[in-house]
């Protein structure tokens, strides 16, 4: 009785992600292990909400019961259930078999359900209503990326006390895609129960303006949004970023540069290593890579005795067909450019189908004088951003134009990787790059990402969001 009369926490900022920052692994045995979660959201917003006390609503990525909420550095992290079917109505089914592709340029086909769209607008609800208990009177909700884009009305229907952000961590598409969603009004109202809209690319935030005007035939006036109840909602680019300081701290200690020399030596000290680090997804050009170097060493242009390249493939979605396709067209891959052409003992393509530790991954970004980004579609890519950021000299980076990376690292190799025999002297061109004209280049890109970190990005975000719908003065 005396436990009911306490009064319940709330907090002054809450966010809600689809995954919690940890992911809950229970092991044959019944062991249970939480694991760091895989992502660039996670990447971000875990150093964002360090030392902020605030709420992390999500799921643990583990179907079924949700798990006590639990504190984890200076957070709250209070999980939210998934039943086995939700997971594959709602996550793998609307989020990754709908929005995903829909929303990097129908790289493949988007598959629409309407049982996938009933899931996703309850799902919504659910974290609507967790956001609800535990947002303080007044507070902040800032809700992230295109799992929850319902979640926004819906929460200010409850709450009209709130102010409530959203922040796109993926492109949104053109309009002429974007209206091919069964569902697309009620994604844009629920988008719109937000007070500040957040987009990588100004051209990202322009197609959403785009499909309120033409979809929801609403007003829109500059980078506002106003609904005939009088609700205002303003949409801008606000590009995200890493925690650039500590990724150059952890690539300058002794531990992680001895790493890097080690794993150059494995390799038997090559004259050139290139580096690919992506979540194993059809959105990220893997193939179109893999192609480029295998044709490479094929003509001789590289040689693949003293050449080889490393790519790391985070597994990804791996009950999703699509993501299976990938994996295996990209793992035959592999094995013929290794089969045609490594010598014995010395394979030119390593391929590591797993996570690493932070300081795993920046003893890698050390070691590569060439890291290949060539993605189809990617709404930022922080795989580019940590490369620059782990190197103090040298290194050169292949970027493609459609990452929203590109928009800020004009000092990259930026290539179009449908473009195979162009991406190919892109290779060649970092490649062979005059050691001076790297340094040139990469003090250009990491002067832009160390003033740009991710604790700018976080703060530009609530800055506009507590003065919006106005600018910021
Ligand atoms: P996405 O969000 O689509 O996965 P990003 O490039 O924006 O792509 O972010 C990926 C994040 O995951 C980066 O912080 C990267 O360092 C990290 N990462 C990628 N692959 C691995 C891996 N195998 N082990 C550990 N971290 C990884
Ligand atoms: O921003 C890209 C993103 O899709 C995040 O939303 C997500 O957390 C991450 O990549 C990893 O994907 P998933 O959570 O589906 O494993």
Redesign the pocket.
């Known amino acids: 009785k005396e436990l009911c009369s306490l009064p319940k926490e709330t907090f002054d900022l809450v966010i809600a992600?689809?995954?919690l920052p940890v992911d809950r692994v229970v092991h044959p045995d019944g062991e249970v292990e939480w694991r760091r979660?895989?992502?660039?959201?996670?990447t971000a917003m875990e150093s964002v909400m360090r030392g902020r006390d605030g709420a992390w609503i999500g799921w643990s990525g583990d179907p079924g019961e949700a798990p006590e909420p639990f504190r984890e550095d200076d957070m709250q992290l209070h999980p939210v259930p998934l039943s086995a079917d939700e997971v594959s109505d709602y996550y793998e089914g609307f989020s990754?078999g709908s929005l995903w592709p829909l929303y990097h340029d129908v790289i493949v086909q988007p598959t629409f359900k309407r049982r996938w769209r009933a899931a996703y607008e309850r799902i919504n609800k659910r974290f609507a209503d967790a956001a609800a208990d535990l947002a303080a009177e007044g507070g902040t909700v800032w809700v992230q990326?295109?799992?929850l884009q319902e979640m926004p009305a819906m929460l200010r229907a409850q709450r009209p006390d709130l102010r409530l952000g959203w922040f796109n961590?993926?492109p949104f598409p053109p309009v002429e895609l974007f209206m091919q969603l069964p569902a697309r009004e009620s994604l844009l109202h629920g988008l719109l129960g937000a007070d500040f809209l957040g987009f990588q690319r100004k051209a990202d935030a322009y197609n959403f303006l785009n499909a309120c005007r033409q979809l929801l035939a609403a007003s829109v006036k500059g980078d506002v949004v106003r609904l005939p109840d009088g609700h205002a909602t303003r949409a801008a680019a606000v590009p995200i970023s890493i925690d650039a300081q500590a990724m150059a701290d952890l690539a300058t200690t002794p531990g992680v540069k001895a790493r890097a020399a080690e794993i150059r030596e494995q390799l038997g000290n090559p004259e050139h290593l290139m580096l690919g680090v992506d979540?194993l997804d059809y959105t990220k050009g893997i193939r179109h890579r893999l192609k480029a170097v295998g044709e490479l060493y094929q003509e001789g242009a590289l040689d693949p005795a003293t050449t080889k390249f490393i790519q790391v493939a985070t597994p990804?979605?791996e009950r999703l067909e699509a993501y299976q396709h990938i994996r295996s067209q990209v793992e035959r891959t592999v094995g013929q450019i290794n089969g045609d052409h490594s010598p014995i003992g010395a394979p030119a393509v390593t391929y590591l189908h797993r996570s690493f530790p932070r300081e795993e991954m920046a003893a890698l970004f050390l070691a590569a004088d060439v890291m290949l980004v060539t993605p189809l579609r990617d709404?930022m890519n922080l795989v580019a951003k940590e490369y620059i950021a782990a190197h103090d000299g040298t290194g050169a980076l292949v970027l493609s134009e459609f990452t929203g990376a590109a928009s800020e690292l004009k000092q990259a190799y930026l290539t179009n990787p449908h473009d195979i025999s162009a991406l190919k002297q892109s290779i060649m061109n970092a490649i062979q790059a005059p050691p001076d004209v790297l340094a040139r280049r990469m003090r250009a890109m990491r002067r832009q990402v160390m003033t740009h970190d991710v604790q700018r990005w976080a703060e530009d975000f609530l800055t506009n969001l507590a003065a919006a719908p106005e600018r910021p003065r």
Not at 37 to 42: N, R
């Open positions: 992600a689809n995954r979660s895989p992502g660039g959201l996670v990754n990326d295109y799992q961590h993926i979540r990804s979605r709404g």
